[in-house]
């Protein structure tokens, strides 16, 4: 039978079991007044008296903080007590259950009422609302009928408006915490000192406290006009700051320890107060070495620092490329960047110094392949206005087509806005006059070659200009929707058609699959059919031997609205996984030697994406290396006429 605690009726066995565990270790009493010893089951305990912990425990403080104010006395008193008790329950507790040997975390819990009945410091009735877990979910909601603090009150006479039962809920919070093994704190709401009826406790978590509190009031209207001056002891807020102002100061160590860019604390003179490994690896000198230098030593512009601190003072930041020196005395180009901080309650200056001399050299050798390019380029002028000897009829035509991209060249913009139809034109009659010329069959065969070699060269000409000038228009802004209504079955159907010749040159395999029956949709069918021919044209060329699959269907998306997709899987060499998003970029492909091997310019795919974007969709690419790939279209059904755009029908 339960005598020295209450509890709801499941929790009676195993506080049953607690009460007769404490009883046994009490009865192991010796008192030796001649010794001044207090002997409990082998250990050492001392009597206090009630009052001189709590009402003249207050009293006292409130005297030696009277120049602070009563608000910050009444703090100070009930933080002590609530971390003294706190402490001496976590040391008690974990000793009663070695002693005992206690290893459950309810069995250990339940000593503690006990424990608190037996060394007289308050009766512990604990609710049913209760749900003790050793988790953030921790609630114990209890009362103490015969608490020491408010008894020592009500017997001086005194009467005070806010809650003393300090040490109580200390002790408690503390046994539990150390039973289960989760920071728990423990909030008096109701005390009899003020004149309620209890003294009433609710113990949680410190990140659930508060919200339980505020629940349990909501819930008892009738009790949350009593409840005054109640307080979360400050004990784990602490702990918790200095955690982790601890941690964030050895977050930043790590930090500046680890940065891979060459980091200096510097004081007002410019002395190194501390300099990372990267910057002792940097200047070829230890840390040791480095600390008290200044930094002037390592830098070779003159009045270095006293510009840089100048900067950063009245800017709050320095970013300038200097020139460094080492240990060796070899020179090298630096980044360097600067900002205040404070450290320590110091003011210190940061320089964040990156070794630049790679990329600077990365530069040069740039400009020098620019340079080389450029060169080569001239030359390849050179070797078209050989060519141009042999065509006689076009020899005019051809000349104006070098002058143009020369021109081109010097002034890209104006060639882009200008001089599209008269590049064109040119080109068209180089095409038209070469296949004339080379049907010629009284022409010796090497001409006709040459003859071929030149139409094949044109081709590529202006497929690349029409490509450049889509991607140009693209960036400008200035490419315009033209929507009309088509069929998405024809227009699959005359898309395949178009790239039969280049499958079958590769030996591959070309199928067409339409899902389902709506076959209607708008948009600009001109760069549908645009995108159909880049994905298929890329499959073929790519694949050899093998199969190019294009299927396509019109279904609902997430958004509500209706899609036009089209899937081309091909078996074919494959990307590697890093490479896919490279491929929609102008001008770049997965590996840049298939530039050699299968021809392109790069930028059929950056095309496909604009095009797709510029109707409201997207596509993405899926692929395994050597396995094949997959490429994926998505428009709107229906798409909508932008601003600019001639729309020719309505969906």
């Not at 010796?30 to 207050?58: C, H, N, W």
């Not at 604390?265 to 040791?288: C, K, M, T, W």
């Not at 143009?404 to 064109?424: C, G, P, V, Y």
């Not at 036009?564 to 929609?584: P, R």
Request: proline share 3%; aromatic share 8%; glycine share 6%.
């Amino acid at each position: 039978m339960l005598k020295t605690v209450k509890v709801p009726p499941q929790f009676e066995a195993i506080f049953e079991q607690a009460q007769e565990h404490v009883a046994k270790f009490f009865s192991e009493r010796r008192d030796i007044p001649e010794k001044g010893t207090i002997e409990i089951f082998g250990q050492r305990y001392m009597l206090v008296r009630a009052s001189s912990m709590s009402v003249e425990f207050f009293e006292m403080v409130q005297k030696l903080y009277a120049d602070k104010g009563e608000v910050e006395a009444l703090g100070v008193a009930r933080s002590l007590l609530f971390d003294i008790a706190h402490a001496m329950a976590l040391a008690d507790a974990r000793s009663f259950a070695e002693r005992m040997n206690l290893v459950d975390p309810i069995a250990k819990l339940s000593a503690g009422p006990v424990q608190v009945a037996h060394s007289g410091f308050a009766f512990v009735d604990i609710s049913a609302e209760s749900r003790p877990s050793p988790d953030e979910n921790f609630y114990l909601l209890y009362d103490h009928p015969y608490s020491f603090e408010s008894d020592s009150w009500i017997a001086a006479g005194k009467r005070t408006d806010f809650p003393v039962c300090v040490m109580n809920a200390g002790y408690a919070s503390g046994w539990c915490e150390e039973s289960f093994g989760v920071p728990l704190v423990s909030t008096e709401l109701l005390c009899r000192a003020k004149g309620d009826e209890h003294c009433r406790f609710i113990m949680a978590h410190p990140s659930r406290i508060e919200g339980f509190i505020a629940d349990y009031l909501r819930a008892q209207p009738s009790l949350a006009k009593h409840v005054t001056r109640y307080e979360i002891p400050g004990f784990f807020s602490r702990k918790k700051f200095e955690d982790e102002l601890a941690a964030r100061e050895e977050q930043y160590r790590g930090i500046f320890e680890a940065s891979a860019n060459a980091l200096l604390i510097l004081d007002d003179e410019g002395q190194i107060v501390h300099a990372n490994p990267a910057a002792s690896a940097l200047f070829s000198r230890s840390q040791a070495e480095l600390m008290g230098a200044p930094i002037q030593r390592l830098i070779s512009e003159d009045g270095f620092f006293a510009g840089f601190r100048g900067r950063v003072l009245e800017h709050g930041h320095y970013h300038a490329e200097l020139v460094g020196v080492d240990a060796g005395g070899r020179r090298y180009e630096l980044e360097v960047r600067g900002s205040r901080f404070r450290y320590q309650k110091r003011d210190l200056l940061l320089a964040v110094i990156d070794d630049i001399t790679v990329r600077k050299d990365a530069q040069m050798a740039l400009r020098r392949a620019k340079e080389q390019l450029e060169a080569r380029v001239a030359e390849r002028t050179r070797e078209l206005e050989g060519l141009n000897k042999k065509l006689h009829r076009v020899n005019e035509d051809l000349r104006t087509a070098r002058d143009h991209a020369i021109d081109a060249n010097r002034a890209k913009s104006a060639f882009l806005a200008n001089m599209s139809h008269e590049l064109r034109t040119p080109l068209n009659a180089i095409i038209g006059y070469s296949e004339l010329l080379q049907e010629d069959s009284e022409r010796p065969q090497a001409e006709r070659q040459d003859l071929g070699r030149i139409r094949s060269s044109a081709l590529h000409l202006l497929e690349l200009i029409n490509d450049v000038l889509d991607v140009s228009k693209i960036e400008a802004g200035k490419m315009e929707l033209y929507v009309e209504s088509f069929d998405a079955k024809a227009l699959l159907e005359d898309a395949v058609a178009t790239v039969e010749t280049l499958a079958a040159r590769n030996k591959n395999t070309l199928s067409l699959e339409f899902i389902g029956e709506q076959r209607e949709a708008s948009g600009d069918r001109t760069k549908v059919r645009q995108i159909l021919y880049n994905l298929l044209s890329n499959a073929c060329k790519f694949t050899h031997e093998g199969k190019i699959h294009l299927s396509a269907w019109i279904s609902e998306g997430d958004d509500g609205r209706d899609w036009l997709t089209f899937m081309i899987a091909d078996t074919g060499i494959g990307i590697s996984h890093d490479k896919l998003e490279v491929l929609f970029q102008p001008f770049r492909q997965a590996d840049e030697s298939t530039t050699r091997k299968y021809g392109g310019t790069g930028l059929g795919l950056a095309i496909t994406r604009a095009f797709c974007e510029l109707m409201g969709g997207r596509v993405r690419a899926e692929s395994v290396l050597g396995r094949g790939s997959t490429f994926t279209a998505m428009i709107p059904r229906y798409v909508a006429a932008r601003p600019g755009a001639t729309p020719t029908a309505e969906p």
